[in-house]
């Protein structure tokens, strides 16, 4: 099984996780799709999440500020026939909440426990050959 999450609205516009399954990426950013899988109950229609902006990690950790959350609400959720999840994420607005851009602070608050390595800065996330968006991820597994 495989899941995509579309974003639509927000910082996040027009861009696409995708998570298939196989091992866990030691590196946060990687799990935010099955941080999001997880926490919408499998990605059910209606559910909400908060989220950071992977692009928003340098800057913020530059000048010593915390990283902002943003909130999207799952309004489509497919099936396909290869067994993905499709799933489309629209955008709410910011939550008022924030996190220290960190890996022990991303990982404390994705639910996964204290970090097991020191903070550190997260490298670029990689993107499509043809798309200009940030976050076109490809994560290891979903849970």
Do not use: C
Not at 42 to 62: K, M, T, W
Not at 108 to 130: K, Q, S
Request: charged letters at 25%.
């Amino acid at each position: 099984m495989a899941l995509r999450i579309a974003f639509t609205g927000g910082p996040l516009d027009g861009s696409v996780m995708a998570a298939a399954d196989e091992r866990p990426s030691s590196n946060v950013w990687l799990d935010l799709p099955r941080y999001v899988f997880r926490v919408t109950r499998h990605g059910r229609e209606g559910a909400s999440f908060d989220i950071y902006h992977p692009a928003e990690l340098q800057s913020v950790r530059q000048f010593g500020r915390q990283l902002p959350l943003h909130q999207y609400r799952i309004r489509l959720r497919v099936i396909a026939d290869d067994s993905t999840i499709l799933v489309k994420a629209e955008y709410v607005g910011l939550t008022g909440r924030s996190i220290p851009p960190t890996l022990q602070g991303i990982r404390e608050w994705a639910g996964e426990g204290p970090a097991a390595e020191a903070p550190r800065i997260y490298e670029a996330p990689p993107l499509d050959e043809g798309t200009a968006s940030v976050a076109a991820l490809a994560v290891r597994k979903l849970a």
